[in-house]
Nanobody, 125 residues
């Protein structure tokens, strides 16, 4: 099983980035997808999650209205579109999948079965 996160980089405040998470070795449509982030000295937090068919999404309060999570099961890929980026969004972003073919998404890190390697997002002021 491999989750390959990509799309991070350095961007000025107010800019945009689109993260991708390419999955292999699993039936992607059997899994919910979550994007987490971890800033230096802070715990890893769930940023957004989407259930197996895209019918349910979750966003942490600090990114609502700015970030959009989506997925393309035919391409085994998930996305996180990040707009209006702020310096406080600076972190390593990780994608993870949770075996769950239902309407719910989990907000709990232990629920997620497989993790990607992380991609750095740096937002300058």
């Amino acid at each position: 099983v491999q989750l390959q996160a990509s799309g991070g980089g350095l961007v000025q405040a107010g800019g945009s980035l689109r993260l991708s998470c390419a999955a292999s070795g699993i039936i992607f449509s059997n899994y919910a997808l979550g994007w987490f982030r971890q800033a230096p000295g802070k715990e890893r937090e769930l940023v957004a999650a989407i259930n197996w068919n895209g019918g349910t999404t979750f966003y942490t309060d600090s990114v609502k209205g700015r970030f959009t999570i989506s997925r393309d099961n035919a391409r085994n890929t998930g996305y996180l579109q990040m707009n209006s980026l702020k310096p406080e969004d600076t972190a390593v972003y990780y994608c993870a999948v949770d075996w769950a073919r239902n309407t719910a998404v989990s907000r709990l890190r232990p629920s997620y079965d497989y993790w990607g390697q992380g991609t750095q997002v740096t937002v300058s002021s």
